[in-house]
């Protein structure tokens, strides 16, 4: 072959990369994650270049400036129109940045910041050698009970990796809400599920049932990430696409062009229902929805306390947002489908939760039956199928969200020899002891009973009204009874705490530092705010409520 061929071959070959359009990505719309993922990876920098001794004091302040960045940056961009008016799809179609998008990427920075808040309190334990020491085992890496764990304590290690994965989890979670392509979903899912289930194994103490914990964890999660990527498998068969706005023209018949293979799989139904239905099941398995909850008490039981509290508040925010762009903007056509199976999840979600909450004697467990309760309550606004629902889930979520952290925080505070307290009958005479941990804790149960007053209340009476506009008045009555089932074992508690008679040998309330003492301030007054005043938050919801299609 001729130098010439051989030369001709190479620009024919050259010719169609020049035609390979450069991505357009808008940083500026994007700036929340990239700023959360920026800070994971200098954490990742820090723990690799910073000496030991430095790296709690540096992890902590890179992860706060970062959320408090992230959450200026999503304020600038609602006042800038991109929640209304300027409202779109970005980085190619893969991200959507919208009211909603907007609305819930600021409850999870803020709750990132709280949970971060907690997991770098060291104020609770004993000085262990003479070094603080936080909630998290000392090297992650090391046989609890061996000689190198014991070691690892003596010489003051902590595990700082916390603040990275959190990070990480946070950035996920900003994603997963505002994707508007099948695969970004899955790709955030399991960006912010990875570090989760690594976190659950880092309790300092009781780290067997710690690590028992993350195992249920990521076995259960990696069968329902599989699930769902079985069903993405299976849309995209059915629409040729992974885009949630072309999937739902295919579903609805208005899609723009039909092949001759679209139109043999778009009269496949099987393909489309069996996709939608493991799609969804995937997304009720993070929101810890009946028949997909079992993993939640055991995690919520064995996960280091400020994890649990932050898995509790910020999973459910991100899960729940990326629900309802599925169903909403992804599944619209189908909704005479899938509201008779949601009303089904719905009330097994609510009287399952309520039921056997009674029967529990852990406040964790405990704390765990009512997040699956309060699940049910927020699935019949979603299934209310309304701008109106829409816009109540928003509020339920920022509201349920600051008094889940507020009550795991306290539940950090109780404290005997070895160490949380968590068992009931230890929480006996609790208001005798310390009145104003009691009295706080209290708020709380209230704010989850809905009691009038506390955010759990404006929180209830939103989606309950959407739900009955929308055509679920049945979903309503059990909601309402489930209310009153949940709202007897709150007062339990309560009652136990301030009414009966404190044991000699009972625990005692440990005094926090002020990361642990903002967290649980923060929480009591955004729960009375949006009890007392919940117009002004109820009318940013509302605004927020419409997505981008």
Not at 181 to 199: G, K, M, N, Q, R
Not at 260 to 285: H, I
Not at 417 to 443: I, M, N, Q, Y
Request: with cysteine; hydrophobic share 60%; glycine share 10%.
């Amino acid at each position: 072959m001729s130098a010439t061929a051989v030369h001709s071959l190479w620009t024919t070959a050259a010719e169609p990369l020049n035609k390979i359009d450069a991505p357009d990505i808008e940083y500026g719309q994007l700036a929340p994650v990239l700023i959360v993922i920026a800070a994971a990876v200098i954490g990742i920098l820090v723990e690799a270049a910073v000496p030991r001794r430095a790296r709690y004091h540096v992890q902590l302040l890179v992860s706060s400036v970062a959320l408090a960045s992230a959450f200026a940056a999503v304020v600038a961009l609602a006042a800038s129109g991109y929640a209304t008016t300027k409202a779109g799809i970005v980085a190619m179609g893969a991200i959507a940045v919208d009211g909603p998008a907007l609305f819930l990427q600021g409850v999870i920075l803020l709750t990132g910041l709280v949970a971060v808040f907690t997991f770098a309190e060291r104020r609770l334990d004993p000085v262990v050698h003479g070094n603080r020491v936080d909630s998290f085992t000392a090297q992650a890496g090391s046989t609890p009970g061996s000689d190198g764990e014991k070691a690892a304590v003596k010489a003051g290690f902590t595990t700082t990796e916390v603040f990275p994965l959190a990070m990480f989890a946070i950035g996920g979670m900003l994603v997963f809400p505002a994707a508007n392509d099948l695969l970004t979903l899955f790709i955030a899912l399991e960006v912010f599920s990875l570090p989760l289930y690594l976190l659950c194994a880092l309790a300092r103490r009781k780290r067997l049932i710690s690590q028992e914990a993350a195992v249920k964890y990521f076995l259960l999660g990696a069968f329902a990430s599989a699930f769902m990527l079985f069903g993405i498998a299976l849309l995209y068969g059915y629409a040729g696409s992974v885009s949630y706005a072309t999937i739902a023209q295919v579903v609805d018949g208005t899609v723009a062009e039909v092949t001759p293979v679209l139109a043999e799989t778009m009269g496949n139904d099987a393909l489309l229902l069996v996709g939608a239905a493991l799609l969804v099941m995937g997304l009720l398995f993070k929101v810890g929805a009946v028949p997909f909850h079992m993993w939640t008490p055991d995690v919520y039981q064995g996960a280091p306390t400020p994890v649990t509290g932050f898995m509790a508040a910020a999973t459910k925010v991100a899960a729940f947002g990326a629900l309802l762009r599925v169903l909403y903007v992804l599944l619209p056509g189908l909704r005479w489908d899938w509201r008779p199976v949601m009303w089904g999840v719905a009330i097994l979600t609510m009287l399952a939760g309520a039921i056997v909450a009674i029967t529990q004697t852990d406040v964790k467990r405990l704390l765990a039956y009512s997040s699956i309760a309060h699940a049910g309550f927020i699935l019949a606004g979603v299934i209310a199928a309304s701008p109106e629902g829409i816009s109540s889930v928003l509020f339920y979520l920022g509201a349920y969200s600051f008094v889940t952290i507020g009550a795991f925080a306290v539940v950090t505070l109780v404290r005997d020899a070895g160490g949380e307290a968590t068992h009931l009958s230890k929480w006996a005479g609790l208001g005798r002891r310390s009145p104003l941990v009691a009295a706080v804790f209290a708020v709380f149960l209230l704010a989850f009973a809905g009691i009038p007053l506390t955010s759990g209340f404006s929180g209830k009476f939103a989606v309950f009204k959407a739900a009955a506009e929308g055509g679920a008045g049945a979903l309503v009555v059990v909601g309402v009874l489930s209310s009153a089932i949940a709202a007897f074992f709150y007062l339990r508690v309560i009652v136990l705490m301030f009414f009966s008679e404190p044991t000699p040998e009972g625990p005692t309330v440990a005094v926090p530092s002020a990361l642990t003492s903002t967290a649980i301030a923060l929480g009591v007054v955004v729960t009375l705010v949006l009890g007392v005043a919940p117009q002004y938050f109820l009318d940013l919801a509302g605004q927020a409520g419409v997505f981008v299609r």
